[in-house]
């Protein structure tokens, strides 16, 4: 194509104004940076919704059962038998989970508590979770309780006191005596056995995991549970056929949307500012093809009288515009790759605080494709915008030029 050839030599021969030179290099420069800035961005959300989802992990199992109405799923011991029975890798278990309130010494606070049995706490994401004590649901004759860091610390709590801590619900069946409001709660005691460390949001400032049997007894149910929790790689479609109707299988992250939500919509509100941004920058362009434009007036003018339409010559600019936006978006891809690489595998920026009580103290990152291919498409919609702008000024003066 005459014209790519014609803007390519534009773009790489040495211009009369040392300062159209510069320009040109600042614009570049410019795009790449930006654009750079948007990969490395794109790249650290990504990192953040990886490690979520890590952490999530813990306690999060793959696959869950929950139902579609109403809050409990009836007899869930039965059915988590049956798909153990049909299914020997689920590893179903039945939880029950309701909010409470709890009273340690002179703390008091609102929790959540998470009926379980013996088997969900001997898992290696609970071991690896576990930062102080053995994570047990009894020991002797004494009931326990497993704490999230969070609730562990508005409690003061440690697995050596020897304070008891007491879980309130109020009744879910039966009359309440207003005479005496603390008929209107049922209650029972337990001793703190571990601490666990989770970034979940959900679970790290008010959980408190506790036998499932004390759970059901204080909550007035006998079989039922909140959900049966699959610890499994199947797949949720080949489940949800061994089902009876009423309930669905849902994944961690459909589970756990608001989490992921909020995650993804700051990366891409962030990713709107920068593209704003890349936008601004790319308006440098503007000015260095007006300048190239003014430069090359007896270009034009020969052009033009070896048969050369205004539109060709128009298209000579618009070209050498997306040309410029593009290098400079091809050198700032390059460069947040290589930098986001870097810090992936050499985890060279670190974070600030105490790498003590931290899940991680190095910035998580994470290299997607995808982003890269929506970068790119960025950088070329930008080229197009100020090309665009670009060709109405060399549009009247090749038009002047006649």
Known sequence: MLQLRIALRYLFSRKTHSAVNVISLISVGGVAVATMAIVIVLSVFNGFHQLTEQQMSLLEPPLRIVPERGKVIADADSLATAINAANPEAHAMATLSEQ???IMGEQQYPVTILGVSDTWLQSDAIAHATIDGQPTLIAGDVPCAVMTIGTAMAFGAHPADQRWLKI???????????????????????????????????????????????????????????????WTSLKPDQLQLQLPAGLKVVSREEYN????????????????????????????????????????????????????TTSAVTRIFVIEGWLISLSGGVVGIILGVA????????????????????????????????????????????????????????????TSSN
């Open 257 to 308: 949307h608001s989490s992921f939500a909020m995650i993804a919509v700051e990366k891409w509100v962030t990713f709107a500012m920068l593209a704003f941004i890349l936008i601004i920058a790319s308006f440098n362009i503007v000015s260095t093809l007006c300048l190239l434009v003014l430069e090359k007036r007896d270009n034009i003018a020969i052009l033009q009288s070896m048969g050369a």
């Open 168 to 230: 309130y619900v109020p009744k879910r069946v039966g009359r309440i005596n207003t005479a005496a409001p603390m008929t209107a709660f049922r209650a029972d005691s337990l001793v703190v056995s571990a601490v666990l460390q989770t970034t979940q949001s959900n679970h790290a400032d008010d959980l408190v995991i506790i036998p499932i049997e004390m759970a059901r007894s204080i909550l007035d149910y006998d079989s039922e549970a909140s959900t049966i929790e699959l």
């Open 100 to 102: 409470a309130f709890a």
């Open 339 to 398: 930098l986001t690489l870097t810090q992936q595998y050499g985890g060279f920026v670190k974070l600030g605080g105490d790498h003590t009580q931290m899940v991680t103290d190095v910035y998580p990152v994470q290299l997607q494709p995808l982003d890269l291919l929506v970068v790119l498409g960025l950088v070329a919609a930008t080229g197009l915008l100020t090309s665009a702008v670009t060709a109405l000024f060399a549009r009247r003066h090749a």
